[in-house]
């Protein structure tokens, strides 16, 4: 047994748009002397697949029906694009997309040199990550980097560091062409 009858689901379906549940329910209570609650116009209307296409007023106002609990599309507390924050490793990052972040010192890099090249990295040659200077950033291989910070080679500077970093391609070489010699 159905809880309306034809003529009350037709007057329902001509009322449902711009009324709240407990707007309708006094509608039709008023209509066909009936006692009907406003959970009971809501169930049925679930039940029947009977929804509002218009907007309602009061705390709804604006709001298209059936649509008040959209997903943003990003929250609220999340930051815009170009926004840096510091890493716990003391990393500057830029925020370039939505969830993406990159270390600044590479995308600063990046934009002046192009694509970082495969199993290289970005270096600070004074060892200062908050200088995002380009004559302070180096790219050199993880391998260079690798070998030189085991070998604890002391650096305290800019000219230091280089050293370094010709040290270590050396050392690199050097075991390059020993193990050719061993084969």
């Given at each position: 047994m159905s809880l309306f009858n034809q003529e009350q689901i037709e007057f329902i379906k001509k009322n449902v748009d711009g009324n709240r549940n407990k707007e309708l329910a006094q509608l039709i209570n008023d209509r066909f002397s009936l006692s009907i609650t406003s959970t009971q116009i809501c169930q049925w209307k679930q039940t029947h697949g009977v929804k509002s296409k218009t907007s309602l007023y009061g705390w709804r106002k604006g709001k298209t029906g059936g649509q008040d609990f959209k997903i943003p599309s990003e929250p609220s507390h999340s930051k815009p694009v170009g926004s840096e924050r510091v890493t716990k490793r003391g990393v500057t990052q830029i925020k370039v997309a939505r969830g993406k972040w990159i270390d600044k010192h590479r995308y600063i890099w990046e934009q002046a040199h192009g694509p970082i090249p495969e199993k290289h990295t970005i270096i600070f040659m004074n060892d200062d990550k908050t200088d995002f200077r380009l004559d302070n950033l180096?790219?050199?291989?993880?391998?260079?980097?690798?070998?030189?910070?085991?070998?604890?080679?002391?650096?305290?500077?800019r000219e230091s560091k280089?050293?370094?970093?010709?040290?270590?391609?050396?050392?690199?070489?050097?075991?390059?062409?020993?193990?050719?010699?061993?084969?």
């Open positions: 180096k790219c050199i291989s993880r391998r260079e980097l690798s070998y030189m910070n085991k070998q604890k080679y002391p650096y305290y500077d280089e050293a370094a970093i010709l040290l270590s391609k050396i050392g690199l070489k050097g075991s390059e062409l020993t193990s050719d010699l061993d084969d």
